[in-house]
């Protein structure tokens, strides 16, 4: 069965510096990757998606992710962090009759 | 175009009760996702529906139970509550052209509910 772990509980950045997420995956063949954000309140909002081609991904607000075959690693990277990016991050990953969400990364800005 | 929306937004019940939950998806989404969200489990699946006829099911039991309407709206039951089914309760639709889990899904800000 597919799985997600993001290994980081919770990660705290000073405003303007630089972020990355990390995400591993158990798939056993290609994964659809997805990257959510989910700000206090609110529902997840996606970020950025992978499903083939180029493995760099670009997104919202800034987001890219890289696609690593051979690490099963998905992380999400951000060069300068905003105090708005505070919120709890799920990386994702979908087969046909399955989706599996990972336990999150909730970030932190320090001003 | 509106997004997913739930209701109520807060619920308080308690132990034993019965409570039902709705979600409207995205107009021209046929497929409708719930989720329970808690701190200790995290993002769990629960249930998956595609015209009216759910897909996919997580491990739950059978205190939960879900259905969609024709329009493509859905309703979340749990039935005996217990004190572990507090939680946020998050529904999300999608095109769901393919596979359900290739597809983007468009979250609702949930429903809390409470069991005390």
């Known amino acids: 069965a597919q799985s997600v772990t993001q290994p980081d509980i919770h990660i705290t950045v000073s405003e303007g510096a630089s972020l990355e997420l990390r995400c591993n995956y158990s798939y056993g063949a290609t994964p659809y990757l997805f990257w959510y954000v989910q700000s206090p309140g609110q529902g997840l909002q996606l970020l950025l998606k992978?499903?083939?081609?180029?493995?760099l991904v670009q997104g919202i607000k800034g987001f890219e992710a890289e696609f690593k075959r051979s690490q099963s690693s998905f992380n999400l990277r951000k060069p300068s962090v905003h105090w708005s990016d505070a919120a709890e991050y799920f990386c994702a990953v979908g087969s046909n009759n399955d989706m599996r969400f990972g336990a999150g990364t909730r970030l932190t800005v320090k001003p | 175009k509106a997004g997913v929306t739930q209701t109520p937004r807060y619920l308080i019940k308690t132990r034993g009760q019965q409570v039902t939950l709705s979600c409207s998806p995205i107009s021209g989404h046929r497929s409708v996702s719930w989720y329970q969200q808690t701190p200790g489990q995290g993002l769990q699946f629960l249930f998956e529906y595609f015209s009216e006829t759910q897909r996919n099911k997580g491990n739950f039991p059978g205190r939960f139970s879900g259905r969609q309407f024709s329009n493509s709206r859905s309703e979340m039951n749990v039935s005996t509550l217990e004190l572990g089914d507090s939680a946020l309760y998050l529904c999300?639709?999608?095109?769901?052209?393919?596979?359900?889990?290739?597809?983007?899904?468009?979250f609702g800000p949930g429903t809390r509910l409470t069991v005390l």
């Open positions: 992978y499903f083939s081609g180029d493995t």
């Open positions: 999300a639709s999608s095109m769901a052209t393919g596979g359900w889990g290739y597809n983007e899904q468009f």
